[in-house]
């Protein structure tokens, strides 16, 4: 029995959810908490619910929409992403490995299938970490790298709390976060960078994931007038920020693996012509090898001290730190065989984007399948997936979720 997914209503939903959470510009921003967010929040709930899935929300607001059929026994295989986005995003980051996921079980339901355990599709709460950081926070605390007290007392770059902005969506769920362990974790997700493009690839057999470490610094100098301060007497805060940002970049550029994103900036008080007093930015380091990501903090940290000799006064806060992972190689062999099977080109790869799955892959046996990303790009409305690769990847999670829930 050849079971197929039906790619129209996946693509239907994803067009459906990707309106759910447009802003008044008319861009995709639907962080953790909000509004937007719970729009999204509630379509998706409406799915399974039409699915016959039985909702279960933990108490991080994690959506588990179960399929428990006759007889199936033991822990879930369970399917998931998230569908929370960052600013003005693409629509299929996240919510294609949900709404494939939702698009399995109906799939075996339609085609009889009998599994002998039962399925789940999760969305995870938080996987952007842009209101609320670390990233990955839903999965993390199902996880138990976090404690849910902890993630739920998170303060959030606009000064709200995660716990409360749930509660406000009504996505305050009972659950206990990890109720569920999964016998195995899939996630599938649009590759988000250039490879299976380039090589002319339908699909990307995710084998690992690299190592993350995100810090907020902020460097303090003295305010004084544009005008009337020599260069020699200043201490620009906003010149210090801008050495760091060059310094990482040229590092990035010149350490095996690297890649480095000073992503946010603010200069105090902002005024045209007053010397920074104060910079306020965020770090983003990345490397697949833990020695060398870990040589890239040591390096800021150097320039960091420098600045301080230089009479700058600088602090750091870490936001988020997660090392490489290598995920299960009997899951990965099952997706490379569904692959081959479905006859799709593909390639093992690692993962340059974070992804819940380096938080599950702590409490299962997990790994992750990518579709081609037209130029590479997202997080970035142009973030665009052809049809025909979004159905091939979704009949490839079909095919490995079914063989594991045998
Ligand atoms: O930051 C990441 O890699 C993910 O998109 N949260
Ligand atoms: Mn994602
Ligand atoms: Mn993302």
């Given at each position: 029995?050849?079971?197929?997914?039906?790619?129209?209503?996946?693509?239907?939903?994803?067009?459906?959810l990707g309106e759910a959470g447009r802003d008044d510009a008319g861009r995709l921003t639907r962080l953790a908490g909000s509004d937007a967010d719970k729009a999204g929040r509630d379509l998706l709930c409406d799915w399974m619910s039409a699915a016959g899935l039985r909702i279960e929300i933990d108490r991080i607001g994690n959506i588990h929409g179960l399929w428990v059929p006759e007889g199936a026994q033991g822990d879930p295989v369970v399917m998931g992403s998230h569908i929370d986005t960052v600013i003005d995003a693409g629509v299929y980051d996240g919510c294609l490995g949900v709404l494939a996921g939702l698009a399995v079980i109906e799939a075996l339901q339609a085609g009889g299938a009998g599994p002998a355990r039962p399925l789940a599709v999760v969305a995870y709460t938080n996987e952007e970490g842009v209101r609320y950081a670390p990233d990955m926070m839903g999965s993390l605390v199902a996880a138990g790298g976090m404690t849910a007290e902890e993630a739920l007392a998170t303060v959030g770059t606009d000064g709200t709390t995660l716990g409360e902005e749930l509660a406000r969506i009504g996505y305050?769920?009972?659950?206990?976060?990890?109720?569920?362990?999964?016998?195995?974790?899939?996630?599938?997700?649009?590759?988000?960078g250039p490879v299976l493009e380039a090589e002319g690839l339908g699909l990307g057999v995710v084998e690992s994931l690299q190592g993350i470490s995100w810090q907020r610094v902020t460097i303090g100098g003295t305010a004084n007038h544009a005008g009337t301060t020599p260069m020699a007497l200043r201490r620009d805060a906003g010149v210090a920020a801008a050495r760091v940002m060059c310094f990482l970049d040229r590092m990035a550029r010149e350490m095996e693996g690297a890649v480095a994103t000073v992503g946010t900036i603010e200069l105090v008080p902002g005024a045209i012509n007053v010397i920074p007093a104060a910079a306020r930015f965020t770090v983003d380091l990345r490397n697949p090898d833990e020695?060398?990501?870990?040589?890239?903090?040591?390096?800021l940290g150097g320039l960091l001290d420098e600045l301080r000799s230089e009479g700058f006064e600088v602090?750091?806060?870490?936001?988020?730190?997660?090392?490489?992972v290598l995920f299960d190689p009997e899951i990965v062999a099952r997706i490379e065989a569904a692959a081959q099977g479905r006859q799709l080109a593909h390639r093992r790869m690692t993962s340059g984007a974070g992804h819940d799955a380096q938080m599950i892959a702590r409490v299962a046996p997990s790994a992750m399948i990518f579709v081609p990303s037209r130029g590479g790009i997202s997080h970035n409305p142009a973030e665009f997936t052809a049809e025909a690769d979004l159905v091939a990847g979704a009949n490839v999670l079909l095919d490995v979720a079914w063989s594991l829930s045998r």
């Open positions: 029995m050849t079971l197929a997914i039906d790619g129209a209503r996946l693509v239907y939903r994803l067009e459906a305050a769920g009972d659950r206990e976060p990890g109720f569920i362990t999964p016998h195995a974790y899939v996630e599938l997700h649009v590759e988000q020695a060398r990501l870990t040589a890239q903090e040591a390096a602090a750091t806060e870490r936001l988020a730190r997660f090392e490489p």
